[in-house]
């Protein structure tokens, strides 16, 4: 029987222990190489472009000949104004790779001894940065739709008798969101967060090239992209997989994300669903990525992209 790729010695290329056996000056240089590869990591002034500057000797920053402005290898990036040091951030990242079904901050911050806060918004803004780094474009040939509701659980009373229906809209929450997923076979996966599994006709015409073959469940909602799209349909009471039609590669996905939810997070709903959703998106996209070349793609698209929008005001609670 031939060995499953991620039991394979080509899945392992990421070590942790060389990253944490760096030295700061080591872990710098590397992280620099992935942010100015076109100098080979010669620093570049974020504010005026040049390449010209001093070396300030109080401190590992550099003042550009330019614009006179100070920077460091963090300024402008994803890690802008960041207090730990880069060699815990990239154990972190590194960390965060090796988690097939997600790494939790609490572990993170047990980990690199740092508070919880620090490490939920340093995980939040790796996973931003994946998400914005990923391939932009239309999703081709076979694609599955489908959605999952999230959050808003409500815990059932003790007695019988003071059980409520759940089903019904007086008895919920009101915070029960959906994710719906667009998955392409053999290519991307885009996620959307909503409130109702309705929504995704919109995410499927925005995505979507004219064209290309949707499968989908017996929902009626899903009827509308008929007038766009060739469409087959799976009744997921008879089979899975039936005529050529299923959705297995979307259920694939939630199975990932249920298990982040149960395993590792316990809680992934509210503002920031969207955000693991994306996460397991970009890890079902890459599960036959070596985890070296994993973890090269998260440093670099949070070397490469700038400040984060999203976690960039969660000190100030503005996040």
Not at 11 to 27: F, G, N, Y
Not at 206 to 222: I, P, Q
Not at 231 to 247: F, L, M, Q
Not at 261 to 271: K, N, P, R, S, V
């Amino acid at each position: 029987m031939p060995q499953h790729f991620l039991l394979s010695p080509k899945a392992k290329t990421l070590s942790l222990v060389k990253i944490m056996r760096m030295s700061e000056e080591e872990a710098r240089k590397a992280f620099q190489g992935l942010r100015w590869p076109e100098t080979d990591g010669e620093p570049i002034c974020p504010e005026c472009g040049c390449v010209e500057h001093y070396d300030l000797k109080t401190r590992p920053v550099w003042k550009c000949k330019g614009c006179g402005k100070q920077f460091s290898a963090t300024s402008g990036t994803t890690f802008h104004s960041r207090k730990l040091a880069i060699r815990d951030i990239l154990a972190a990242i590194a960390v965060f790779i090796n988690g097939a079904k997600g790494y939790s901050a609490l572990q993170l911050s047990r980990d690199l001894a740092v508070d919880y806060k620090t490490a939920f918004v340093l995980l939040h803004k790796v996973r931003e940065a994946i998400e914005n780094a990923r391939e932009a474009g239309a999703l081709k040939g076979d694609v599955e739709v489908d959605g999952a509701y999230f959050g808003g659980y409500v815990k059932p009373a003790n007695e019988r008798k003071d059980r409520k229906d759940r089903r019904k809209l007086e008895n919920q929450t009101g915070k029960r969101q959906v994710v719906v997923v667009v998955r392409e076979r053999g290519g991307r996966t885009v996620t959307s967060v909503g409130k109702t599994e309705a929504e995704g006709v919109q995410l499927v015409a925005r995505t979507v090239e004219r064209g290309a073959t949707v499968h989908a469940d017996e929902a009626s909602h899903w009827d509308r992209l008929a007038a766009a799209f060739p469409i087959k349909r799976i009744n997921h009471k008879e089979a899975y997989s039936k005529d050529g039609a299923c959705t297995n590669q979307a259920e694939s996905f939630f199975s990932r994300l249920r298990r982040a939810e149960i395993g590792t997070h316990h809680h992934i709903a509210g503002a920031y669903l969207g955000a693991y959703a994306a996460e397991m998106a970009w890890r079902e996209d890459n599960n036959r990525v070596a985890n070296g070349y994993q973890f090269v793609m998260a440093a670099g698209a949070a070397a490469l992209g700038g400040k984060s929008e999203r976690m960039c005001g969660y000190w100030q609670r503005r996040a």
